[in-house]
C-alpha cells in the first residue's frame, strides 16, 4: 500500500496529469490494484507510477510491524 508522503517540497515537484491523478486517488493509503481503474489504467501501469513516485518522494509505501514493506510478495522485477 502506498500513502502520500507528509515532507514533500511541492515547488520543486513536476508530474504528468496522470500522475497527478493518481497522487489524487492514493489520498491516505491506496494499492496500485485498486487506483488503476480509477485513473483508467492497468494495474501493471499504476505499479510502474507508483514506483516513480515513491522515488521521487512524492508517494511512499506503508511498512509492517517488521518494517518490510507491508503486502508485497516479493521482487516485482527481476
Not at 6 to 23: A, D, N, P
Not at 35 to 56: D, E, F, K, Q, W
Amino acid at each position: 500500500m502506498v500513502t502520500r508522503a507528509h515532507s514533500v517540497r511541492w515547488e520543486k515537484i513536476q508530474m504528468t496529469g496522470v500522475q497527478w491523478r493518481l497522487l489524487v486517488e492514493v489520498g491516505n493509503g491506496a494499492t496500485p490494484e485498486e487506483v488503476a481503474p480509477r485513473i483508467g489504467h492497468g494495474v501493471t501501469a499504476a505499479t510502474i507510477m507508483c514506483y516513480g513516485l515513491v522515488r521521487s518522494g512524492v508517494l511512499q509505501v506503508e511498512r509492517g510491524d517488521a518494517g518490510q514493506p507491508a503486502d508485497l510478495p516479493g521482487s516485482v522485477f527481476c
